[in-house]
């Protein structure tokens, strides 16, 4: 048992990456705007992840490649490789830099909440505690640690949403049955996206145990990433109880008036916890990410105490700190980052498809039948959402009708669908399934 609850604890950095104040904001303001009925999203979205999340680790346990170990060996050498490596890097360095500023202002605001400290203090703090932590000289106590913040964080929100008393009922249907309200598009699409990122897939694969049995690890991905997923429900559900329109403090004076003092501090300390394990995360997936592409070959810089690895953490922390004790976001570079994931996230997903149906690398381990039909359902949302993210670079969606946005929506499915079932057919005909 105790052998198990580590394996939980030590999988659930996957659920500390993605469940930041980003994934908090956006399923909060979700339950203001459309109560339950997108919670469905959410049950999808954790499904997703646990499907390319296992895939990832799969591919590392049996091959003893990660997933940029892997990427690095089959492009390094052909022609256009070098472009392949700018957008994974560009995706994965340039956005984990980008987004690190909200994990820390999102961490710092969860603290304000409930006690007036100079966010600017806040930050540095916050910053200087993710810093110690990842100089670890072990993954697995970092990845434990976190794991047990998750946990933390997993018992504010739950007793916050228990103490609101949902309507059960509205709860299940929502949770159950797919509705698509008129203008909920760009938070439906936020809810998958925040939970369906490519750097948690560099990030698991990366920490991943060679020597662990897929049982093992199947058993510690599952229950980590549905922990992970209740928590992000748990939020949509305690968002529910603000009317009109959304910020964390009026979600904090909602909580104040209605259930007292004590919800603001367990929601304030989940926002807390959810922006400090998000700001731990994000510089170690890009060190991890950039040392199983550039140091594949065993080159000791990039390994986890060469001066390489420690490089890359320091770039994407300090640059989230420089900007959060400024004050702002650094809004060009997370859209350009947006973009990159535009192109990076279907790309992986469509790459890992591959790998996870190719003998070479996962000998008998191939997928079923079933496991593909998922996953190629996986990779059909994956390039619906890489096209939108593309699409948002050049064309601001939020200002467009309702009829414009949903044509547009609408196109892209219908493309990302064409695509997938080309490359499926592609993938029949070169008898890979």
């Known amino acids: 048992m105790r052998k198990r609850l580590l394996n939980i604890l030590f999988w659930s950095i996957i659920s500390a990456a993605f469940i930041g104040p980003g994934t908090i904001a956006t399923a909060a303001k979700t339950g203001a705007g459309f109560?339950?009925?997108?919670?469905?999203?959410?049950?999808?979205?954790t499904v997703a992840c646990i499907v390319l999340q296992e895939a990832a680790a799969r591919l590392s346990i049996l091959s003893g490649?990660?997933?940029?170990?892997a990427i690095a060996e089959r492009f390094r050498n052909k022609k256009g490789g070098w472009l392949v490596f700018v957008m994974v890097i560009g995706a994965i360095i340039l956005g984990s830099a980008a987004y690190q500023t909200g994990n820390l202002l999102g961490a710092a605001q969860g603290i304000r909440i409930f006690h007036d400290i100079p966010t600017p203090a806040l930050v540095l703090a916050i910053g200087a505690f993710a810093f110690v932590v990842l100089l670890f000289p072990n993954l697995k106590i970092v990845a434990r640690l976190l794991g047990l913040l998750v946990v933390l964080m997993g018992i504010a929100f739950l007793t916050t949403a228990i103490l609101i008393k949902p309507d059960m009922g509205n709860l299940i249907k929502g949770a159950m049955i797919p509705s698509f309200p008129e203008g909920s598009g760009l938070l439906l699409l936020g809810l998958v996206g925040t939970t369906v990122v490519p750097y948690n897939l560099f990030l698991g694969s990366g920490i991943a145990d060679k020597k662990q049995r897929l049982v093992e690890m199947r058993w510690g991905v599952a229950v980590a990433v549905i922990l992970g997923g209740i928590i992000s429900m748990a939020v949509l559900v305690t968002g529910t109880s603000v009317e009109g329109t959304f910020?964390?403090?009026?979600?904090?004076?909602?909580l104040s008036d209605k259930l007292g003092g004590a919800a603001v501090w367990l929601f304030g300390?989940?926002?807390f916890a959810a922006g400090l394990s998000?700001?731990?995360?994000?510089?170690?997936?890009?060190?991890?990410?950039?040392k199983d592409i550039f140091g594949?070959?065993?080159q000791p810089e990039w390994q986890q105490k060469g001066i390489y690895f420690k490089l890359t953490w320091m770039l994407v922390l300090f640059t989230g700190?420089?900007?959060?004790?400024a004050g702002f976001k650094p809004i060009p570079a997370i859209i350009m980052a947006q973009a990159f994931n535009g192109f990076i996230l279907p790309f992986v997903s469509v790459f890992l498809w591959m790998a996870i149906n190719d003998k070479i690398f996962v000998r008998q381990k191939v997928?079923?039948?079933?496991?593909?039909?998922?996953?190629?359902?996986?990779?059909?949302?994956?390039l619906l959402l890489g096209s939108w993210n593309i699409l948002r670079l050049f064309v601001n969606m939020g200002s467009q009708t309702d009829f414009v946005f949903n044509l547009v929506v609408i196109l892209l499915m219908g493309f990302s669908l064409v695509l997938t079932l080309v490359i499926w057919r592609w993938f029949v005909k070169k008898r890979r399934f």
């Open 278 to 290: 998000s700001a731990v995360t994000a510089p170690l997936a890009s060190a991890i990410t950039a």
């Open 296 to 298: 594949d070959r065993g």
């Open 247 to 254: 910020s964390f403090l009026s979600l904090g004076k909602v």
């Open 65 to 69: 490649k990660s997933l940029g170990n």
């Open 35 to 45: 109560g339950f009925s997108l919670l469905w999203a959410l049950v999808f979205s």
């Open 367 to 382: 997928n079923s039948a079933g496991g593909n039909l998922l996953f190629g359902l996986v990779v059909w949302v994956s």
């Open 321 to 325: 700190l420089g900007f959060g004790m």
């Open 269 to 271: 300390f989940g926002l």
